[in-house]
């Protein structure tokens, strides 16, 4: 189980990817032995970089 701090710092969202570029990140994954998922979060932070957009800040729970 996640700890709070965790749960307050990342949320969980599932993408679909063409089979390529699935098995191209797995590999790359496996080859360098850097999580997939950080791979996206990089991607991510990538193209909000190329659109000049603003991570939002987060919400306060109530």
Known sequence: MPQ???REKRV?????????????LRALSG???????AYLR???DM???KYDAKAAKPRKRR
């Open 12 to 24: 969980f969202t599932g993408v679909y990817f063409d089979r390529a570029q699935h098995d191209a």
């Open 47 to 49: 193209l909000l970089k």
């Open 4 to 6: 709070k701090k965790d």
């Open 42 to 44: 990089e991607a991510v």
């Open 31 to 37: 080859a360098t032995r850097v999580p997939l998922a």
